[in-house]
């Protein structure tokens, strides 16, 4: 699976868990809309240091950084490079 | 096959669920229902149940999970500091971290400002010389305070944000000999001799914790190390009371005037629902007395400021004074607000007949009038109108209530100490005063006001506090009663689904209405 394809999956289960049944796309935002709390977020950003190895303490934090699908991919190709 | 047995074998499994179900001690009511397909013409056994809330707190946001909370948030403060606004932040003012539940957007520097002026003009009537801070922060309240103190311990969870609180420090150049920053969570009191300090402050700092329990271990704590006749100044606390009101009023501001009041509705539940912070009611902080003989007198009144925001509309200040010398409990009669008329100017007139005491009762609180009136209008509007239309009918409404802050402000430009309370717990915000003549103003910090209060019980705390995170913990709850469920009934007897609902649906004559049962999405297992 593609990191893409990896971020898509946490989100919705980081959904799932709140009932969130609506359907979302890559631009969708989930923290500066309120959909889902900073609490997912904590979630997200550890999932996202301990899979992609992102230091949050080295580059800065913002939650518009990991706010969708699409800005997460734009975060990885800047800080690991991927495609 | 005779459908006359086909139904009596159905309703047998149906109640033997519902039996089953209804034993289990998570569950306050359940119904058990079969579901046909349409299309297959299958059946299948549904449970719904109503979840007893105390319950799921005891059972599944203690231990490990209660740790993860206190991680979570930890790693929500360190992430607070690697943003731009921590690094552009003036030394003793890092408000990083600071949003608004109703813009989202980081609270303007102004009404930050006047929050931590008045926390801290508040704990300087109290003239505290050795402090314990617990979550100290940025250090908002230490920056300003330990100046004048001879000793300031301040601790924190969060390493960046200690960090942050060092630089500082070192930028503003002083000397800060007497302070001791440690890094270790709330409830960490190690090294902190019995009777140590005379002020244990926890400012804004409660809403994190991951449960009521953890939030009375932290108060043992305090209790245990500050001396006799100190204080512990628990800040900025979420009322539990007022909940539904702050939830109301955030989804209030957000919706667009083209939403539905039914839409509008289900989002205020779910925004309560889904309340991941601690939220307490006053009623909490006052049957500590009963708790802790130590703790001979409390006070909880409403957050002031000029600011109209959700500290000033929402949250409060409890003190809780300790083996405190009395001078007197000062027993008044309180005029009745709403029954005399009372606003602002005739509150002016009785203080310009300048007597010794006035004590009023039943306050209407402007600052959530109007929420207060946005919740009932909701509560009564058919669903099919717009959120547009309630806010019309809002704007033609005449308002009663008196600013909190304007009637303090009114007393102190007439020479009177003015003290405010939310003893009575009121669901409306409503509050009482009391004016007092200056003539010695260092008396009067000491003397004891007898407030109008709630009936409290102090054997049941956990009702007056909500369940951080429940939404996710009533999952748990699902998968152990499907579990319990599968031990205790043969397979074809057990419910494969399970749904959690706040109270079932009635008919007029008391039954459950089966008809307006939620549908489950697909059918599973």
Request: hydrophobic residues 40%; charged residues 25%; negative net charge.
């Amino acid at each position: 699976m593609d990191h893409t394809a990896e971020v898509r999956e946490f989100f919705k289960g980081l959904l799932a868990i709140r009932h969130d049944r609506q359907p979302f796309t890559d631009s969708t935002s989930f923290f500066l809309s309120g959909r889902l709390s900073s609490v997912d977020a904590v979630e997200l950003v550890v999932f996202l240091e301990e899979k992609y190895g992102i230091d949050f303490a080295e580059i800065g934090f913002d939650q518009s950084q990991i706010d969708s699908v699409q800005a997460i991919g734009s975060l990885l190709r800047t800080v690991k490079a991927v495609d | 096959m005779n459908p006359e047995s086909g139904e009596h074998l159905r309703r047998s499994r149906q109640q033997d669920a519902e039996t089953t179900l209804s034993t289990h001690p998570g569950v306050l009511d359940a119904v058990v229902v079969v579901l046909e397909d349409q299309g297959s013409g299958d059946a299948r056994l549904v449970a719904y149940a109503v979840p007893d809330d105390d319950y799921i707190g005891r059972v599944f946001a203690t231990g490990e999970a209660e740790r993860k909370r206190v991680q979570t948030w930890r790693k929500t403060f360190d992430l607070s500091q690697f943003g731009r606004q921590a690094s552009l932040s003036k030394p003793g003012f890092n408000t990083a971290g600071w949003n608004s539940s109703y813009t989202r957007q980081p609270i303007p520097a102004e009404p930050m400002r006047e929050w931590v002026e008045l926390t801290v003009q508040e704990l300087r009537t109290f003239h505290p010389q050795e402090i314990l801070e617990v979550g100290c922060g940025t250090g908002l309240l230490l920056l300003r305070l330990a100046r004048e103190c001879k000793r300031y311990a301040g601790t924190d969870f969060s390493s960046a944000v200690l960090k942050k609180l060092r630089k500082q420090m070192e930028e503003l150049g002083e000397d800060w000999s007497n302070v001791t920053l440690l890094e270790r969570s709330a409830e960490n009191f190690e090294g902190f001799a019995e009777d140590s300090f005379d002020t244990f402050i926890l400012n804004s700092v409660a809403q994190h914790f991951p449960s009521l329990s953890y939030l009375l271990e932290v108060i043992q704590g305090a209790i245990r190390v500050v001396k006799p006749g100190g204080l512990i100044f628990i800040g900025d606390v979420r009322s539990l009371v007022l909940l539904e009101l702050y939830a109301g009023s955030i989804e209030l501001y957000q919706a667009p005037s083209s939403m539905s009041l039914g839409e509008l509705r289900e989002r205020v539940f779910h925004r309560i629902r889904s309340e991941e912070q601690l939220v307490v009611s006053p009623e909490f902080f006052l049957a500590l007395r009963d708790r802790f003989p130590k703790v001979n007198r409390v006070e909880v009144h409403p957050r002031l400021g000029y600011f109209d925001n959700e500290m000033t509309r929402f949250r409060y200040n409890a003190i809780l004074h300790l083996d405190k010398p009395q001078d007197g409990n000062l027993e008044l009669p309180f005029l009745d607000c709403s029954e005399h008329r009372l606003a602002l100017d005739s509150v002016a007139a009785l203080l310009r007949s300048n007597p010794d005491f006035l004590a009023i009762k039943n306050v209407v609180n402007a600052r959530i009038e109007n929420d207060v009136e946005a919740l009932a209008l909701l509560a009564r509007t058919e669903a099919s109108k717009t959120v547009g239309e309630l806010r019309e009918q809002l704007e033609r409404r005449l308002l009663l209530g008196i600013d909190p802050q304007k009637i303090c402000a009114l007393g102190q430009e007439l020479g009177y100490r003015v003290d405010l309370s939310w003893a009575t717990s009121r669901p409306d915000g409503g509050y009482d005063v009391v004016f007092r003549k200056i003539v010695d103003s260092a008396r009067l910090v000491h003397q004891a006001i007898t407030w109008p209060q709630a009936d409290l019980d102090a054997s049941q705390l956990a009702r007056y506090a909500n369940v951080p995170g429940l939404a996710v913990l009533r999952e748990k709850l699902v998968q152990q009663l499907l579990d319990y469920l599968r031990q205790n009934l043969s397979p074809n007897k057990a419910p494969t689904e399970l749904i959690l609902l706040d109270a079932l649906p009635m008919t007029p004559d008391g039954q459950v209405n089966i008809h307006k049962l939620p549908v489950p999405d697909t059918p599973t297992g």
